[in-house]
């Protein structure tokens, strides 16, 4: 048990879809973030949220829209992706959003692929 | 797993052996330092972190070492044990953007009986 649960694990899409990555956090932590782990890619950050906030928004496109409702809920909403948008997306989160004494917990991440 | 066609550099130890997982970073201004480990079907899980005012840090099992002068990070895992086969990942940060942790390409670690 992770302490940050992520749902669904597996989700298959087509381009024209909207789906939604939702992600929850039982640590009582105030910085959530979004991660893009792909095949032959370092992990590379998208989005961070301190108190619901968003502090960061690592270029990523508009077809990735994040909502932080609560500080511990995360969601992901897709749109119109590509097929180069498949990978695994992992939520973490952290007390807050300085990285020392704080570390991030990882979720077990949603394995996404678009067809 | 996750990282299936990610061509990852991977290290075969035997069993009982001990274990060295090296990383090089780049960025000088670099003064905080993770490693975490990544099973199969699971995300990423810390391990021990050091600060750049450290050369030396001992976990349980885990000695991370930290060579500023060649931007070297190494993890030492002793008497290596099959739960420790999995992708290990050292990511840095500094002061001015604490959270933006730059992760590592990572390294396969396979622990044979």
């Known amino acids: 048990e992770t302490g940050v649960t992520q749902t669904p694990r597996h989700l298959v899409m087509g381009m024209t879809n909207k789906k939604s990555l939702k992600c929850e956090q039982h640590?009582?932590?105030?910085?959530m973030y979004w991660y893009k782990q792909s095949a032959k890619k370092p992990l590379e950050l998208m989005f961070v949220?301190?108190?619901?906030?968003?502090?960061e928004n690592n270029s990523v496109p508009s077809r990735f829209s994040p909502e932080c409702p609560n500080s511990s809920h995360l969601f992901l909403h897709l749109h119109t992706l590509q097929p180069e948008d498949s990978a695994l997306y992992l939520c973490?989160?952290?007390?807050?959003?300085?990285?020392?004494?704080?570390?991030?917990?990882f979720g077990n991440g949603t394995r996404l692929t678009v067809t | 797993g996750e990282n299936v066609g990610l061509h990852l550099p991977t290290l075969s130890v035997q069993e009982g052996d001990n274990s060295i997982i090296n990383c090089a970073y780049s960025?000088?201004?670099?003064?905080?330092f993770i490693w975490y480990k990544q099973e199969s079907g699971k995300g990423p899980q810390f391990i021990i972190d050091?600060?750049?005012?450290?050369d030396k840090r001992q976990g349980q099992r885990v000695t991370v070492l930290l060579n500023k002068t060649v931007k070297h990070l190494s993890l030492q895992i002793a008497a290596t044990q099959p739960g420790d086969s999995a992708v290990y990942f050292c990511?840095?940060?500094?002061?001015?953007?604490?959270?933006?942790?730059?992760f590592g390409s990572g390294t396969r670690l396979l622990v044979r009986p």
């Open positions: 973490a989160s952290s007390q807050d959003t300085s990285s020392y004494n704080s570390p991030l917990h």
């Open positions: 640590l009582g932590h105030n910085a």
């Open positions: 949220y301190s108190l619901e906030e968003r502090v």
């Open positions: 960025n000088s201004a670099s003064d905080y």
């Open positions: 050091i600060r750049s005012n450290m």
């Open positions: 990511a840095e940060s500094s002061s001015d953007s604490s959270y933006k942790l730059i």
